[in-house]
Every structure is written in structure tokens, then in C-alpha cells.
């Protein structure tokens, strides 16, 4: 059996597969393990790309994590994030006496007469993201709190996201409710994922799981090779026979295989099917784009952090999406005496951001925390860029029937292959969601018949009163913007 991908979802399969008495081989085309859910490690300082908090409605999945590692290696870390707006920290979920007291006396009046206005003459067009929200929330909080973040992460206005996603997302969010909340607040609020007070997370990172991962399923006699690309997927008459990879050293080789779990990026899984695909899947695959994904971590004085694990900067005059104080997540992450501020970026591959020097983007990102007057540019001490490719599946009107259309064709031509995971599924799955689809294509490989689609929309992964947690449906894209750099 191959497992294609030692991301969390790859290597979930793989040591089910161990478990099982199997021994799969598990193709890496990167340098380490854990895909976005890695540790990265630079000169002793650990990153970790996009945070995660170690929590989940899924038992199976709390079961493995603990499986996999012992609980000493786990810290019980709490839950801080803000909104950084015009100098000021707005709790995250908000709370409304504490924006309420940023606003200010004079702000806040301005803000309820336009939610009055908003509610009594809605904007006409509300099949757009915007004129939904601003019908909820009037004009002046939609600008504070909702526009400039969303467009930083999608690269696209809010005004052509379709509202279908907000419906999702904040259907039941409401001033009245949020006024209430913020009144009577609930310890541990866990019935709602966004508002847990507290997590598990791995003392060295999420890549400790990944790595400990990959060494229980080599101890089983599986094999995970690192720097190996997959470049055919062979399918014959009866399905997937074999894959040909290419080796760390540049020669190829072909692997049988009796099935294969692809945690890969889909539009790539198409690209490899031998032979070609039909017309209509292969432009099925083309068509699933990407969001692309970079960190610039800079090493400051543990004095200039926050005990947020996240903020998100909402300032409109700055590009930098989120930052992330690694030394929240983990004292082991830092070193004493010293923390390092992870800023995030969120952009497309090729794009002047993603393509500028590191030194120009350490330079960027250090001239951002001065204007964003978190610290002083003279306090960084050191810089590292971490990029990520295809960080993050691109939902536009399309995506859905693209997804079709390939499923319905590995159904019918390949259904020994198995795609799972969130690049792997382009499905909005966060890792204990992806880890649980390669756990139930496990079973399913041993005559189980499970609906893996289904993971991530039932009843037990809503949020209060939505009707699941279904990715943002995004224009179409058919060129990646241009980034903009200005260190000044």
C-alpha cells in the first residue's frame, strides 16, 4: 500500500495501516513531515506555520493524539486572541463591553446609528458577502471588523465573495446576541469550537506529533521516504496499480501498489493519473486553485511579546494578515530571555510578496511592528521566512462541481485510491477533520463503508444553530493578483 503525503492526514493512514499489520511505504516530496501542521526549526528557535490548537469534537481523534504521544508532552495552554484595530485590542470572540469601551463614547454612537440604518434601509444587493453583512451589522462595524481581514486572507474583495459562506459562518451572530453573551459569559464554552478557553498543543510544536508519527509507523516496518516526488499515478483496468516516484537523487522508480491514500493536492493528483484523464476531469483539476501561505518569524525581547497565541491585525496600512507570538504557544518554541513574533502573510505563489528576497521581507515585516507600533525595528534581532505552498484549498463557484467531476471519475476508473486531508479532499477540513478522514479510509479499506465527504458537515461539527462548517465560496480566479512590497 502508498500513501501519498506525511501530513497529518497521510501519516494518520499510514499508522492505521501499521496498526493493522500493513506496511506502507509513505511518499514525502518535502524535506520533513507534518505539511502546514510541521515545526519549523531555525537555528533553535521552532515555528509553528498557521497555529494549532489541539482541539476536537472528535473522541477517536483525541484518542490517536494521545496514542501517539505520551501526556507529559502535552502543555494545557490557554486560549487568548484579539483584533488589533487603530492602536487598540478587541477581544476575539468579541466581546461588547470591551469593543464598546474601545470605540470610544463618540465611536460607538456612530456604530449603533449605522446597524439602525443598516437594519432599516439594508443594502439592496445582499447576494454579496458585503450587503450581508452590512444588512447585520451596518456599515461602520462591517468595515471594523469583518472587511480588511477577509480580503488580507482570500485576496479578494469582500464585495464579490457570494454571501453563501456568511450564511454559514455568522448566521446567528447578532448585536442582540452578542450583547448577551458578552453579559453572561460561560466558562469553557467548548458547545462552540471558536470560544474554548483552553487547548492541548505539544510542548515542541504540532510537528513533534507528525515527527513521533512517523517514527511509530518505521518501528512497525513502514517506510516513509522524504524527497520523493510522485510522478505517474499508474491506473489499469481494475484501478491503481502502481506509482512512479522520483527518488532524492534524481532516478525513478516504480512502486506496486494495491491501493494508494493521496493526501496530495488534487489539481496535482490529476496532473499524475496514467494514463491522462477524460478532457472534462483533467480541466476539472486544472481548474482547483490555491491560497499560498508565508511566515516572517523575528526574533525580539520576550519584554516585546503578548500572551495572545494570535492577533489579527486588522490596520489597512499594513499587509500582514495575522501575528502569531510563538512563545504563547510554548515556552519550549523560544528561547529564555527572548520570544519570536511570527507575522503571516497570505498570498498567491509567484506573487511579488512570495518571490521577494528574504532579507526584503524580514526588512517588510520589521517595518510593519514598528508602524503597527507593537515594537520598535531596533529591538529585532534576527529574521526567517517560511513559505508554504498551496496552504490553502481556493473555494470558488467552481470547486464544488470540479471535486465532482474527479471523484466521479476515481469512482468509476481507480477506486483503490483514496483521497483524504484537506489538499487532498480541496475540503475545508482542519487537521483533527483531516486526520479523521484518513482514520475512516482506513476502515473503509478493510470493508468498512463510510461516507469520508460526510466528515466536517455533520451534526457534530456545527457551530450553534449553522448549518455546517462548508468552505467560503470565492470568485473565480484566473490570475493571481499582484502582491505589493513596501518596507517604508
Given at each position: 500500500?502508498?500513501?501519498?503525503?506525511?501530513?497529518?492526514?497521510?501519516l494518520?493512514?499510514a499508522?492505521?495501516l501499521?496498526?493493522?499489520?500493513?506496511r506502507?511505504?509513505?511518499?514525502?516530496?518535502?524535506?520533513?513531515v507534518g505539511g502546514i501542521?510541521?515545526?519549523?526549526?531555525r537555528?533553535?528557535?521552532?515555528f509553528?506555520?498557521?497555529?494549532?490548537?489541539f482541539?476536537?469534537?472528535?473522541?477517536?481523534?483525541e484518542?490517536?493524539?494521545?496514542e501517539?504521544l505520551?501526556?507529559?508532552?502535552?502543555?494545557?495552554r490557554?486560549?487568548?486572541?484579539r483584533?488589533f484595530?487603530?492602536g487598540k485590542?478587541?477581544?476575539?470572540p468579541?466581546k461588547?463591553m470591551?469593543a464598546l469601551v474601545?470605540?470610544?463614547?463618540?465611536?460607538?454612537?456612530l456604530c449603533?446609528l449605522?446597524?439602525?440604518r443598516?437594519?432599516?434601509?439594508p443594502p439592496?444587493?445582499?447576494?454579496n458577502?458585503?450587503?450581508?453583512?452590512?444588512?447585520?451589522f451596518g456599515w461602520?462595524l462591517?468595515?471594523?471588523?469583518?472587511?480588511t481581514?477577509?480580503?488580507?486572507?482570500?485576496?479578494?474583495p469582500?464585495s464579490?465573495?457570494?454571501?453563501?459562506?456568511?450564511?454559514q459562518r455568522v448566521?446567528?451572530?447578532d448585536?442582540?446576541?452578542?450583547?448577551?453573551?458578552?453579559?453572561?459569559?460561560?466558562?469553557n464554552q467548548?458547545?462552540?469550537?471558536?470560544l474554548?478557553?483552553?487547548?492541548?498543543?505539544p510542548k515542541?510544536g504540532?510537528?513533534?506529533m507528525?515527527?513521533?508519527c512517523?517514527?511509530?509507523?518505521?518501528?512497525a516496518?513502514?517506510?516513509?521516504?522524504?524527497?520523493?516526488?510522485v510522478?505517474?499515478?499508474h491506473?489499469?483496468?481494475?484501478?491503481?496499480?502502481?506509482?512512479?516516484?522520483?527518488?532524492p537523487?534524481?532516478t525513478i522508480?516504480?512502486?506496486?501498489?494495491?491501493?494508494?491514500?493521496s493526501?496530495?493536492?488534487?489539481?496535482?493528483?490529476v496532473?499524475?493519473?496514467?494514463?491522462?484523464?477524460p478532457?472534462?476531469v483533467?480541466?476539472?483539476?486544472a481548474?482547483l486553485h490555491?491560497?499560498?501561505?508565508?511566515?516572517?518569524?523575528l526574533v525580539?525581547?520576550?519584554a516585546?511579546?503578548f500572551p495572545?497565541?494570535?492577533?489579527?491585525?486588522?490596520?489597512?496600512?499594513?499587509?500582514?494578515?495575522?501575528?502569531?507570538?510563538?512563545?504563547?504557544?510554548?515556552p519550549?518554541?523560544?528561547k529564555?530571555?527572548?520570544t519570536?513574533?511570527g507575522?503571516e502573510y497570505?498570498v498567491?505563489?509567484?506573487?511579488?510578496?512570495w518571490?521577494?528576497?528574504?532579507?526584503?521581507?524580514?526588512?517588510?515585516?520589521?517595518?510593519e511592528?514598528?508602524?503597527?507600533?507593537l515594537?520598535?525595528?531596533?529591538?529585532?534581532?534576527?529574521?526567517?521566512v517560511?513559505?508554504?505552498?498551496?496552504?490553502?484549498p481556493?473555494?470558488?463557484?467552481e470547486?464544488q462541481?470540479?471535486?465532482?467531476?474527479?471523484?466521479g471519475?476515481l469512482?468509476a476508473h481507480?477506486?483503490n485510491?483514496?483521497?483524504?486531508?484537506r489538499?487532498?479532499m480541496h475540503?475545508?477540513?482542519?487537521?483533527?477533520?483531516s486526520?479523521?478522514?484518513?482514520?475512516?479510509?482506513?476502515e473503509?479499506i478493510?470493508?468498512?463503508d463510510?461516507d469520508?465527504w460526510?466528515?466536517?458537515?455533520e451534526e457534530?461539527?456545527?457551530?450553534?444553530?449553522s448549518?455546517?462548517?462548508?468552505?467560503?465560496?470565492?470568485?473565480?480566479r484566473d490570475?493571481?493578483?499582484a502582491?505589493t512590497?513596501?518596507?517604508?
Amino acid at each position: 500500500m502508498v500513501v501519498i503525503g506525511a501530513g497529518p492526514a497521510g501519516l494518520t493512514a499510514a499508522y492505521q495501516l501499521v496498526k493493522a499489520g500493513r506496511r506502507p511505504v509513505v511518499l514525502e516530496a518535502d524535506e520533513v513531515v507534518g505539511g502546514i501542521s510541521r515545526t519549523v526549526v531555525r537555528d533553535g528557535w521552532r515555528f509553528d506555520i498557521g497555529g494549532h490548537r489541539f482541539f476536537t469534537k472528535v473522541p477517536e481523534v483525541e484518542a490517536l493524539w494521545h496514542e501517539i504521544l505520551p501526556d507529559e508532552d502535552f502543555l494545557l495552554r490557554p486560549r487568548m486572541s484579539r483584533i488589533f484595530y487603530e492602536g487598540k485590542y478587541y477581544d476575539y470572540p468579541l466581546k461588547a463591553m470591551n469593543a464598546l469601551v474601545n470605540l470610544g463614547p463618540v465611536e460607538a454612537v456612530l456604530c449603533g446609528l449605522s446597524y439602525l440604518r443598516a437594519r432599516a434601509a439594508p443594502p439592496r444587493d445582499q447576494a454579496n458577502y458585503e450587503g450581508w453583512l452590512v444588512a447585520r451589522f451596518g456599515w461602520r462595524l462591517y468595515r471594523t471588523f469583518f472587511k480588511t481581514y477577509t480580503e488580507k486572507v482570500w485576496g479578494v474583495p469582500v464585495s464579490e465573495m457570494p454571501a453563501d459562506w456568511a450564511a454559514q459562518r455568522v448566521k446567528n451572530l447578532d448585536l442582540g446576541k452578542a450583547v448577551l453573551n458578552a453579559l453572561t459569559p460561560k466558562r469553557n464554552q467548548k458547545e462552540i469550537t471558536s470560544l474554548i478557553e483552553e487547548f492541548q498543543y505539544p510542548k515542541y510544536g504540532p510537528g513533534m506529533m507528525w515527527e513521533r508519527c512517523c517514527d511509530l509507523v518505521e518501528e512497525a516496518g513502514g517506510e516513509v521516504r522524504l524527497r520523493t516526488a510522485v510522478e505517474r499515478i499508474h491506473v489499469g483496468p481494475s484501478g491503481v496499480e502502481a506509482v512512479t516516484v522520483r527518488r532524492p537523487d534524481g532516478t525513478i522508480e516504480r512502486i506496486a501498489a494495491s491501493h494508494v491514500v493521496s493526501s496530495m493536492p488534487m489539481r496535482s493528483l490529476v496532473r499524475a493519473l496514467d494514463p491522462a484523464p477524460p478532457p472534462e476531469v483533467a480541466r476539472a483539476g486544472a481548474d482547483l486553485h490555491y491560497r499560498d501561505f508565508l511566515t516572517v518569524a523575528l526574533v525580539v525581547p520576550e519584554a516585546s511579546g503578548f500572551p495572545d497565541n494570535w492577533i489579527y491585525i486588522h490596520a489597512t496600512d499594513v499587509q500582514v494578515g495575522r501575528i502569531q507570538n510563538f512563545g504563547s504557544w510554548s515556552p519550549y518554541m523560544v528561547k529564555d530571555g527572548r520570544t519570536c513574533l511570527g507575522l503571516e502573510y497570505f498570498v498567491f505563489e509567484g506573487d511579488e510578496l512570495w518571490s521577494a528576497p528574504d532579507g526584503d521581507l524580514v526588512a517588510l515585516a520589521t517595518a510593519e511592528l514598528q508602524r503597527l507600533g507593537l515594537v520598535r525595528a531596533a529591538d529585532v534581532e534576527a529574521g526567517y521566512v517560511v513559505r508554504v505552498p498551496k496552504a490553502y484549498p481556493y473555494y470558488d463557484f467552481e470547486y464544488q462541481a470540479n471535486v465532482a467531476t474527479i471523484c466521479g471519475f476515481l469512482d468509476a476508473h481507480a477506486p483503490n485510491l483514496h483521497p483524504v486531508g484537506r489538499n487532498g479532499m480541496h475540503k475545508y477540513n482542519n487537521q483533527d477533520h483531516s486526520m479523521y478522514t484518513a482514520m475512516l479510509t482506513v476502515e473503509n479499506i478493510f470493508g468498512a463503508d463510510h461516507d469520508v465527504w460526510t466528515v466536517n458537515v455533520e451534526e457534530e461539527y456545527h457551530e450553534a444553530g449553522s448549518t455546517g462548517r462548508d468552505a467560503p465560496v470565492l470568485p473565480r480566479r484566473d490570475a493571481a493578483p499582484a502582491g505589493t512590497l513596501d518596507p517604508g
